[in-house]
């Protein structure tokens, strides 16, 4: 039987600094499987690393067929995953009535649909603790967004409410048989992400923003030791676990008056 780790975004930014955080730190894994559409990014992965348990795989998570055909490749061989990363996601800034469709549509089926059908496909071959040995492990990819609707950015903060409230109860539900479920939640991260989610148009924070960046790879180096130590949510760094704080104590109304006043830039 082969012990596996199945990472998704893994062609960029956190997803990328996972997969290397993996190959330095983790040797009981015999293969980890990388998702993503950029498969030169991929192979890129592969040779930039050296490791040879890497298992590029191009899928589009948007597409049922590319789903199915990973549920397909599971049950081809004898496999058991010890780690799903579910860390493919994106945003597009702007208010809803000027969002395009197929941005709207996108966000909400990678980050959420995708991320439910792909750990729903996986579950049937996760580790348990019924193996005699801890069982294995769920990290997903939320964000500080999750803690409050954003005006600006609503679709995609909705959209990590889910994961995080989706982590929170699947963990529950996953507990008795020692699967552990992690909901990460970090707030900026140096990544492709803010390109993409501006059109091109800013690719490094400003703003209150900017003081707060958070580097990939410590992320995720900080998430594998939180999943390992059993936690069920990692608010990375502490500006977050402000806001989170702020968001649990304080009327949504009133925060959201001053997320609109520090959060115009
Ligand atoms: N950066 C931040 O400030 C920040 C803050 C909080 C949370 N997050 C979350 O962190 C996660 C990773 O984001 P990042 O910052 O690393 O951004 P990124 O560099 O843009 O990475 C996004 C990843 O998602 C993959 N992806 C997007 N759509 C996909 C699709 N349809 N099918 C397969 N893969 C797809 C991309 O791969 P391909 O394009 O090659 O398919 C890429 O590997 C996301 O869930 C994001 O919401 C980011």
């Known amino acids: 039987m ?26 009981t894994l015999d293969e980890i499987w990388i998702i993503a559409r950029r498969s030169d990014k991929l192979d890129a992965l592969v040779a930039l690393t050296g490791d040879r348990r890497l298992r590029p795989v191009k899928a589009d998570l948007t597409d049922p067929e590319d789903l199915e055909s990973l549920g397909t490749r599971l049950s081809s061989g004898d496999y058991r995953v010890a780690l799903l990363i579910n860390c493919a ?86 507990a008795p048989k020692g699967i552990v479920v992690t909901a990460v939640c970090p707030g900026p991260v140096a990544t492709e992400f803010l390109g993409k989610a501006t059109n091109g148009r800013e690719t490094e924070f400003s703003g209150i923003r900017k003081n707060v960046v958070a580097d990939a790879g410590k992320l995720a180096e900080a998430s594998l030791k939180a999943s390992y130590r059993g936690r069920k949510i990692l608010v990375y760094k502490f500006s977050q676990k402000l806001f989170h704080f702020a968001s649990k104590a304080l009327p949504t109304s009133l925060i959201l008056h001053f997320e609109q006043k520090l959060l115009k830039n």
């Open 89 to 174: 996601g994106l945003g597009k800034r702007g208010n809803v009535e000027n969002n395009e469709l197929e941005d709207i549509a996108a966000t909400i089926n990678v980050n959420c649909q995708s991320l439910t059908l792909l750990t729903k496909i996986v579950l049937p071959f996760m580790k348990t603790s019924e193996e005699k040995k801890k069982g294995g492990r769920i990290i997903n990819i939320a964000s500080s967004a999750a803690f409050l609707p954003q005006p600006g950015f609503a679709v995609y903060s909705a959209s990590k409410s889910y994961v995080l409230n989706f982590s929170r109860a699947l963990g529950a539900e996953l």
């Open 2 to 27: 082969k012990e596996i780790a199945v990472i998704t975004g893994a062609s960029s930014g956190i997803g990328e600094a996972f997969v290397k955080e993996i190959c330095a730190s983790d040797e």
